[in-house]
T-cell receptor, first 112, second 114 residues
Framework: NTKITQSPRYLILGRANKSLECEQH?????MYWYKQSAEKPPELMFL???????RNETVPSRFIPECPDSSKLLLHISAVDPEDSAVYFC????????????FGEGSRLIVV | GEKVEQHESTLSVREGDSAVINCTYT??????FPWYKQEAGKGLHFVID?????DRKQSQRLIVLLDKKAKRFSLHITATQPEDSAIYFC?????????????FGTGTLLSVKP
């Protein structure tokens, strides 16, 4: 799937700040961040629908999403914690496509 | 809130046989049930979905069944091939409204042996 691109693909961090980026070329109007920890299912962190943010209230405040336009999504992470080690997937959808979610290939974050 | 339970954590079949993965959900308001395939180190790829206005949907070798009374849905893969080997996730959401908040099952690792 080259229509949803994520960067970086791999990230090894100490207690630093970093941003993950996602861009979709599908013309979708909703974008999502999902977190998948080892051997677990993906879990919704944030949803932007028509640039309105819906958040999972269990996500720590050190994760801050940003949606500069309808095709781009950022995830700013400050002072990462070892429990943040996971793969972060971006996804997008549109009502015209039945609201089916299409996922990027993920950004693997390793906190050392 | 919605909970999705995926009953088989692993499933092993012989090439050419059928594979069946079962999921149950708790929220009667859920109306959209997609399935995703994840190969090792890759993202999730949409394979098929079903909405609550039908109880069966087929796409080539994939069949999804939905039993709304039992709050159960299942994925049937017929004539399995080695390239079907992957983790399969079921999911559920309340359709319509803002975006599509999917709740995933825990995944089933399907192995298709030649």
């Amino acid at each position: 799937n080259t229509k949803i691109t994520q960067s970086p693909r791999y990230l090894i961090l100490g207690r630093a700040n970093k941003s993950l980026e996602c861009e979709q070329h599908l013309g979708h109007n909703a974008m999502y961040w999902y977190k998948q920890s080892a051997e677990k299912p993906p879990e919704l962190m944030f949803l932007y629908n028509l640039k309105q943010l819906i958040r999972n209230e269990t996500v720590p405040s050190r994760f801050i999403p940003e949606c500069p336009d309808s095709s781009k999504l950022l995830l700013h992470i400050s002072a990462v914690d070892p429990e943040d080690s996971a793969v972060y997937f971006c996804a997008s959808s549109h009502p015209d496509s039945g609201n089916t979610l299409y996922f990027g290939e993920g950004s693997r974050l390793i906190v050392v | 809130g919605e909970k999705v339970e995926q009953h088989e954590s692993t499933l092993s079949v012989r090439e050419g046989d059928s594979a069946v993965i079962n999921c149950t959900y708790t929220d009667t308001a859920s109306s959209y049930f997609p399935w995703y395939k994840q190969e090792a180190g890759k993202g999730l790829h949409f394979v098929i979905d079903i909405r609550s206005n039908v109880d069966r949907k087929q796409s080539q070798r994939l069949i999804v069944l939905l039993d709304k009374k039992a709050k159960r849905f299942s994925l049937h893969i017929t004539a399995t091939q080695p390239e079907d080997s992957a983790i399969y996730f079921c999911a559920a959401s309340i359709g319509g409204g803002s975006g599509n908040k999917l709740i995933f099952g825990t995944g089933t690792l399907l192995s298709v042996k030649p």
